[in-house]
């Protein structure tokens, strides 16, 4: 027959693993947060060297044609690039506004009102960035909407949204 000190250990272990388990899903499925249709479309990007370094990637699903607006991935090492078009670096002065958006943030506010409608024809936005904190620790953050659930999303996301595809058109 087990002691009640056995009991009690066995106990505790059981406990200790649950926890752990769930923080082990919680961190592991973060992607599995976002919704179907951006499954598979981030892509694990080696960020550059250095505390502040940064990749941005964005990624459009859906519309009519079913294709999106194109994917575009910023790195805070100037570069930018798109699946069709290759790699190209960005001019300082131009590159400027998006990294001093981006330091200026809140990204663990950027899911809020992340959602999509039911609107089959919408372009689904997804706006992933991956920073290296001054801890040395890597995190991510994500948004998503569509262009009915838009309003929902924080200021400062549609801002870099905005400022990273000018950056793109030119």
Partial sequence: MPSKATEVDVSRIAIALVLALAVARSAAGRSSDLPPVF???VHAIPLPEGDGAWVLQIVSRG???????????????????????????????????????IREASPTRWTTGSRLSKCNDCIATLVVLTVRERDGIVRTYTSFWDSATLAGIPDDVRVIYSVALNLSSR
């Fill in 63 to 101: 519309g009519i044609t079913g294709r999106g607006a194109g994917d575009v991935v910023v790195i805070s090492d100037g570069r930018l690039a798109r699946p069709k078009s290759g790699t190209e670096s960005i001019r300082p002065e131009e590159f400027a506004s998006l990294t001093k958006r």
């Fill in 39 to 41: 499954m598979g479309s």
